[in-house]
Nanobody, 115 residues
């Protein structure tokens, strides 16, 4: 099993940047597919960016070219660099670990994009 703790959320103006981090504890971190999801008020949780155990990445169309997901297996962390933020990026962002049908979630971190 793995436990996840997110950090790095906050308030930023449109066009600004934020970097989210997720620290994982537990075993076999490198074997997990990791991802960032977000949930805005009144909306369903959606996948934002995913990174496989081998480092392949996938992004939601709405964030392509603006967000970058990365992982450091030596430090058991993943990051989400978010640039050119828009008000519609406002949401609670969750870190996720996925392996063979097992899912783990962090507690979430709020990102607010507003002037």
């Amino acid at each position: 099993q793995v436990q996840l703790v997110e950090s790095g959320g906050g308030l930023v103006q449109p066009g600004g940047s934020l970097r989210l981090s997720c620290a994982a504890s537990g075993s076999a971190f490198s074997a997990y597919r990791m991802g960032w999801y977000r949930q805005a008020p009144g909306k369903q949780r959606e996948a934002v960016a995913l990174i496989s155990s081998g480092g392949s990445t996938n992004y939601a169309d709405s964030v392509k070219g603006r967000f970058t997901i990365s992982r450091d297996n030596a430090k058991n962390t993943i990051n989400l660099q978010m640039n050119s933020l828009k008000p519609e990026d406002t949401a609670v962002y969750y870190c996720n670990a996925d392996r063979l049908g097992y899912f783990a979630w962090g507690q979430g971190t709020q990102v607010t994009v507003s002037s």
